[in-house]
């Protein structure tokens, strides 16, 4: 599905970004493996997580080089993306699993911790993808290149709320908001933007106290390369026009994410002199059951997902 396909999957030194790679490269691409190599808070370097998963691809027969870097850095994500131009001659697809966690309720969040997490996951998809979208509009207003670029972020369910990780939840929430907009910048340019929520049994999720986690979550049922299908399709020419989406994939369960949007709405005409909008808090209060009917407005916990085939 990925033949003369150039790939680069940052953070793809272990879990999800790993297994992301090596199925890309089994399904004919050419992936560059971007990893700093960092430990799960963020803290250190090491190559040998990106250089693991290049051999791993190489010995089973792909092509894949390895790059390290900190993906919040504009000079470097820019390099990242010159070097695998200069190797490979392109940029088809760009995948974006980097990220740490700093785990706190808000009430004991650091500053720290909270700039920390917010750099990695939120300021690293911009670094990305504004020298991504940089390269691919000069390359489409110099050639029109017919095929789609791909640009997939990676979100995660925690943006509707996680207790214990307001850091995490509102950069994977920001990711939404970055892809979703650029989705609409990026369409001229023949670039599609998408959003991922992975659910898989990862070095995140076991670092989160036990009685915290999800229950029957096991490497088996719920491991990394049970998420790698979805985004190795994404950045297939199969995905073409598919842009603006989150979509979900874990343990079997492909999912298609709504956008934040208006679910219902009462429109009060405005007078021209009025001051508080045409509404009273009065009105609202008299119209909250009206507007609110057959949804829930106590939102302390994740919405259940109906199933649309057994």
């Excluded at 493996?33 to 040998?48: K, N, P, R």
């Excluded at 392109?90 to 309720?105: K, Q």
């Excluded at 990862?202 to 096991?218: A, F, L, N, W």
Aim: proline share 4%; charged share 25%; with cysteine.
């Amino acid at each position: 599905m990925l033949e003369d396909t150039v790939c680069i999957v940052a953070g793809a030194g272990r879990g999800i970004g790993e297994e992301t790679a090596k199925l890309m490269a089994d399904e004919g691409a050419a992936v560059v493996v971007a990893d700093l190599g960092a430990d799960l808070s963020g803290e250190g370097e090491d190559t040998q997580p990106a250089q693991q998963t290049v051999d791993d691809i190489v010995e089973a027969g792909g092509e894949a080089m390895a790059h390290y870097g900190d993906i919040t850095d504009l000079d470097y994500t820019d390099q990242l993306i010159e070097d695998t131009v200069d190797e490979y001659g392109a940029v088809h697809s760009i995948t974006n699993f980097a990220g740490i966690l700093r785990d706190r309720m808000i009430f004991n969040m650091t500053e720290e911790e909270w700039d920390a997490v917010i750099d990695v996951h939120l300021k690293g998809h911009f670094s990305l993808l504004r020298n991504a979208s940089q390269h691919w509009k000069s390359r489409y207003e110099a050639e029109e290149f017919e095929r789609q670029r791909s640009f997939l972020g990676v979100s995660s369910s925690a943006a509707i709320g996680w207790a214990g990780q307001p850091n995490y939840a509102a950069a994977k929430a920001g990711v939404l908001g970055l892809t979703r907009n650029c989705a609409q910048e990026l369409e001229r340019y023949n670039v599609r933007v998408n959003s991922l929520w992975p659910e898989a049994y990862t070095r995140m999720y076991k670092s989160i106290p036990e009685e915290y986690q999800p229950d029957g979550m096991t490497d088996e049922t719920h491991g990394p390369q049970l998420v790698a299908p979805l985004p190795a399709f994404l950045a297939s020419e199969a995905a073409t026009d598919i842009t603006g989406c989150t979509v979900g994939l874990g343990s079997g369960e492909l999912s298609f994410i709504s956008d934040p949007d208006r679910e219902r709405k009462i429109i009060k005409e405005v007078p021209a002199d009025t001051k508080t909008g045409g509404w009273t808090p009065e009105q609202i209060a008299d119209a909250w059951d009206n507007l609110t009917d057959g949804y829930e407005t106590k939102r302390t916990s994740k919405p259940s997902i109906p199933n649309v085939q057994n």
